[in-house]
């Protein structure tokens, strides 16, 4: 089985706001007018903004293809936009991906992103590849997290600041760009991402105006046009933001379990005080509810962090099939990552084995997430951990620059 790995709409705030208020402006040819980041808008948001400029609402399906499917990021490119409205655009208008300032791309095909979205400020993006094509992008929607989770080394940085639309989409953005490099030739761009997973650092339904907007764009055909089956939201519980998530948007949801009862998780994932497992259970039915009308019956992935000794029991095993025996699920167990500082060690291969062994029996689909990029460190838990220690990444950086292996500003 292939792992699942490690990333706000408005459909309630109509997003073109910074936006309308510059356009406006009839300053807005001044140099320090901020120019619009035509990245971070949605295609709905996108018309609002050729409608205010006094243009005609198709300019917009034209212009995020050219963004997001070809992965242009200057005006003049845009051959089927006039030269006028070009010129129009490049005066008040910009592409404006996160900088990339680090990149490595292993043997086996996984690729990492360090992309800076502020000063000192970093998140990461890992590509996983998989057999048949498949391309798993894992996103980050936050810079940190407020969460906690005693496992996780985003937890232990603490929550800096939630990532815009245009830096989440951004991150898919740097992914699928890369592999038009060395592509001139706009008719033959195919898009390379086949799946995106809101894994990365960050709880993406705590930053739901700006996660909603940029999973539309992934699932927008003339954008990034993934099927909602390959556009996963994974969640640690935020109970009222689950229902709220199945209201505007239809994507596939993983809810980070890691315990099968309260007292264990309140322990693991502190956000259980306030949202204890038999509301979040419900929350869970209620969402697969939402889209039970669709044929073949939906499942949500429950993830599972293996911990030697903490949770990974045969207890615990049977606590979760009674836990999720009302509930379609999927588990997926996951390897722990270790960290410096980590109070943990991961369960061994053979007791994960056995731990599986019993889910499968009951009659669960249960997975094990395979560990792939460990060349390049981009593992998925890894992932959130390694922006975190920035001192001595910047000292690895430095080392590397100086050695010739880091490509600036690349994209
Ligand atoms: N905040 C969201 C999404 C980001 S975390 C959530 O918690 O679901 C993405 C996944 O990585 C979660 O399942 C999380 O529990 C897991 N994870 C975090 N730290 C880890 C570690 N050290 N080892 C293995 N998995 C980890
Ligand atoms: Fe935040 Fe998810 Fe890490 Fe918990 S596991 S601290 S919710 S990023």
């Known amino acids: 089985m292939r792992p699942l790995f490690c990333v706000k709409i408005l459909a309630l705030t109509p997003v073109v706001p910074p936006v309308a208020v510059v356009i406006m402006n009839p300053s807005s040819q001044s140099p320090v007018t901020p120019k619009v ?93 998989a057999e048949g094509g498949r391309k798993t992008l894992c996103v980050s929607s936050q810079v940190g997290c407020a969460l906690d989770c005693s496992f996780c080394s985003t937890g232990k940085q603490g929550f800096q600041r939630d990532l815009t639309i245009a830096e989440i989409i951004g991150q898919v ?13 706009y008719d033959s761009r195919e898009r390379a991402i086949t799946n995106v997973v809101m894994m990365g650092m960050g709880e993406p339904l ?17 954008a990034y046009g993934l099927s909602k089956r390959r556009v996963t939201l994974s969640t640690s519980g935020i109970v009222p933001m689950i229902d709220k998530l199945s209201s505007v948007i ?11 009862n309260d007292e264990l998780r309140n322990e693991l994932v502190p956000v259980n005080k306030k949202y204890p497992l ?12 939402t889209f039970q009308g669709e044929t073949g019956r939906r499942k949500i992935t429950m993830e599972y962090v293996m911990l030697a000794g903490v949770n990974d029991q045969s207890i615990h095993a049977k606590q979760l099939i009674q836990l999720l025996k009302d509930v379609p699920s999927k588990i997926n167990l996951i390897p722990f990552n270790p960290f410096p500082q980590a109070p943990y060690g991961c ?47 910047a000292e690895r950086w430095q080392q590397k620059l100086k050695a010739g292996e880091i490509v600036r500003s690349v994209q």
């Open 37 to 129: 980041n035509l990245l971070g808008l949605t295609r709905t948001q996108m018309e609002d903004f050729f409608v205010s400029i006094g243009e005609k609402k198709f300019r917009a399906a034209q212009v995020v293809k050219w963004i997001h499917q070809l992965g242009v990021d200057n005006f003049e490119e845009m051959s089927n936009v006039s030269k006028a409205l070009r010129t129009k655009l490049a005066n008040i208008a910009e592409i404006r991906p996160p900088e990339v300032i680090y990149k490595e791309f292993s043997n086996d095909g996984t690729r990492k992103w360090v992309l800076k979205v502020g000063e000192n400020t970093m998140v990461e993006t890992v590509l996983i590849p």
């Open 278 to 289: 038999k509301e979040l259970m419900a929350a869970c039915q209620r969402y697969l509810m």
């Open 173 to 185: 953005w740097v992914a699928n760009r890369s592999y038009f490099e060395e592509n001139q030739d």
């Open 347 to 393: 369960t061994p291969r053979s007791e994960i084995l056995a731990f599986q062994r019993t889910l499968t029996e009951a009659g669960y689909i249960c997975t094990i997430r395979t560990t792939r990029g460990d060349d390049i460190d981009a593992a998925c838990g890894q992932l959130v951990g390694k922006v975190q220690d920035r001192t001595r990444r």
């Open 206 to 222: 705590l930053n739901f105006d700006a996660v909603v907007p940029a999973m539309e764009l992934m699932l927008d055909d003339y």
């Open 250 to 260: 239809d994507v596939s949801l993983a809810v980070s379990l890691h315990a099968p």
